[in-house]
């Protein structure tokens, strides 16, 4: 995923609320908007590196939004808006080995009461059918991951009942006799596996496994991250 607006680094000094931190930039401290509703308290420290893009929204409170930071030499996007932008680019490219045969990609859809981040097809269908061939469709929902310790990934940073109900919700589309699958986007590269953050969240660590036992796909793959461009590129081991 190309980032085409002008990105800068700067120096982070502070984040008040979710929605928005303090920077230096050149020695003027100044507000921007963080894309991301997650803690990042390891992320976001005092005096790091931070990567801001600017935004041309003339409406916009801040000029630029807080993208990416670094974590020592590591460098970790943080928006929340950029995993399913990079897990489509995935699919399209072919680069979830396991669904590569899933060539009709549609975002936002809902099975049930559910909606979920991708609806995917092996053949195009209409979108007025109302009998649809289970075998031919597969859902997938996408979860961006920032928290990083000794190379371990973990998620969430913050409970989420969301989260928990998406996986949930998975285990139904697969016993409807549909594909599902569950994508953890890795925002961050050089990464040894991914776990559930169960000291956090418990709950959601036993849905994920409840989920896996269920036939629910599990895939977890890191991103090359670079101050403009962030793309998906290798699988890693998920361990539950």
């Known amino acids: 995923m190309k980032i085409d ?17 303090y920077v230096d930039i050149d020695g003027t401290e100044e507000m921007v908007h963080v894309p991301n ?6 992320i976001l420290k005092e005096g790091a590196t ?3 893009r600017a935004e041309d929204n003339p409406n916009r409170k801040t000029r630029y939004s807080l993208i990416a930071a670094y974590k ?16 489509e680019e995935a699919l399209k490219n072919e680069v979830i080995e396991d669904l590569k045969e899933y060539r009709d990609i549609r ?28 075998e031919n469709e597969y859902y997938l929902e996408v979860k961006g991951v920032t928290l990083e310790d000794n190379r371990e990934t973990r998620f969430p940073d913050a409970p989420t009942e969301r989260g928990t109900k998406h996986l949930l919700e ?3 589309v697969k016993k409807s006799g549909r594909g599902a699958g569950v994508l953890f986007v890795i925002q961050m590269d050089d990464i040894d596996y991914f776990r559930p953050n169960d000291e956090m969240d418990p709950e959601f660590g036993k849905a994920l496994r409840s989920a ?8 977890a793959y890191c991103c090359k991250v670079e101050m403009n461009e962030i793309a998906l590129y290798k699988r890693i081991p998920v361990k539950l």
């Open 5 to 21: 607006k002008n990105v800068r680094t700067a120096k982070f000094v502070k984040r008040p609320n979710r929605f928005q931190g």
């Open 37 to 42: 509703t997650g803690r990042c308290r390891e």
């Open 50 to 52: 931070v990567l801001i």
């Open 72 to 87: 020592g030499k590591r460098l970790i996007n943080i928006d929340s808006q950029a995993p399913n932008k990079i897990a």
């Open 107 to 134: 975002r936002e859809k809902t099975f049930g009461n559910s909606r979920f981040d991708f609806k995917l097809c092996i053949e195009r269908q209409d979108e007025d059918e109302l009998i649809a061939s289970p």
């Open 170 to 172: 998975l285990i139904e």
């Open 212 to 219: 896996k036992e269920n036939g629910v796909d599990i895939f």
